[in-house]
């Protein structure tokens, strides 16, 4: 076993003898009425051990300095805890919780580190390492979690529920975002005007999230930044590139357990697995009739409202849906 330093068996030999002299006020010896006071700030203590280690915050003493480092301390249990592990790069790396020592220095841009595996990960972003393959695609990726996260995108699992309205996610982290929806929480506040929200200037409209409000700014300039690479087509942000850039390879890395069928994204991957399920999860207010799809909901609910949003180019008449049959406004005309 390695010990945290050797001070373990000299501290408790130390307060041995102070027992016996009764100088601590133990239950060993002495009247345990002692009080020591501090000068300076009048606090009052039950040992004079601990008066000496009060007092060092006043004067800036720090006697007990580390042999590897320049460091020091104000008492010795800064780096001497007597905690025992089996290896003695564990206890290396136990002391630096004590020293704050950050052994691991990357070479490249000085940036120092307590753990190894922060250390790995670290360099990777240097180097371009990414020892983690996905076994169902061709991505890889920097770290473990990383690829956890990412193998959830082809089981369709999403392990993190909301238990306010019962959504699912792939991330603990987008669980948290969403459930600041029902919470109302904004947590993120502007440090010039106290706003936690991002406004557009065009439309007033508020986002919580920088990047929705990046995406919907491009809404009002008509900026398509993200081209494909094989046809020019050019979208408005990452995921609606990827999407389109499936048609080109043809690929459908969203595969239904219960079937087989496979689908270019989750959300239809999602939506084809209520077939099996049965789930509806969309239901109306009014009537209570429950849909697979928001979209199916949207369409009834017009039912309801009498909304007729569409209008045939020939006979002007309003309908509750458009098509993109050619015959349509024949069809509707009839």
């Known amino acids: 076993m390695y010990l945290c330093s050797l001070t373990t068996r000299a501290r408790n030999i130390f307060y041995l003898l102070l027992w016996d002299l009764g100088s601590c006020g133990g239950p060993g010896g002495g009247s345990g009425d002692h ?46 805890c007597g905690k025992a592990f089996k290896r003695s790069s564990l206890l ?25 595996s922060h250390y790995q990960y670290h360099l990777r972003q240097h ?41 699912a996610f792939t991330q603990s982290t987008n669980l948290r975002q969403h459930q600041r929806v029902h919470t109302g929480e904004r947590p993120y506040r502007c440090q010039d005007c106290g706003l936690r929200a991002f406004t557009c200037p065009t439309c007033g409209m508020a986002f919580k999230w920088a990047s929705h409000y990046q995406y919907h700014l491009r809404q009002h300039t008509g900026e398509r930044p993200y081209a494909c690479q094989d046809c020019g087509k050019a979208f408005k942000n990452t995921s609606c590139l990827r999407r389109h850039q499936q048609l ?27 077939v099996h399920t049965g789930e509806r999860p ?25 909304e ?24 509707a005309a009839s």
């Open 248 to 274: 080109h390879t043809g690929e459908r890395p969203f595969a239904c357990q219960t079937c087989g069928k496979a689908f270019t994204q989750t959300s239809n991957l999602r939506q084809h697995q209520r």
């Open 35 to 80: 009080q020591y006071e501090c000068l300076e700030c009048g606090k009052v203590f039950k040992w004079s051990s601990r008066l000496i280690h009060h007092q060092r915050t006043h004067t800036g003493e720090r006697p007990y300095k580390c042999s590897e480092c320049p460091k020091a301390f104000k008492g010795s249990s800064a780096f001497e």
């Open 127 to 167: 180097t371009g390492e990414r020892p983690y393959p996905c076994p169902a695609c061709d991505k890889a990726f920097k770290n473990s979690s990383s690829l956890r996260r990412h193998r959830h995108t082809h089981t369709g699992e999403r392990p993190y529920v909301c238990p306010m309205c019962g959504k």
């Open 92 to 116: 290396q790396i136990h002391q630096s919780v004590h020293t704050g020592l950050r052994a691991f220095k990357c070479a490249h841009c000085g940036q120092a580190f307590k753990w190894s």
């Open 282 to 306: 969309y239901c109306c207010r009014d009537c209570g009739k429950a849909f697979t799809h928001s979209s199916n909901l949207a369409l009834h609910r017009r039912t309801h409202s009498r």
């Open 308 to 331: 007729r949003p569409f209008q045939c180019p020939v006979c002007c008449k309003h309908v509750l849906c458009y098509s993109s049959d050619p015959m349509w406004p024949a069809a």
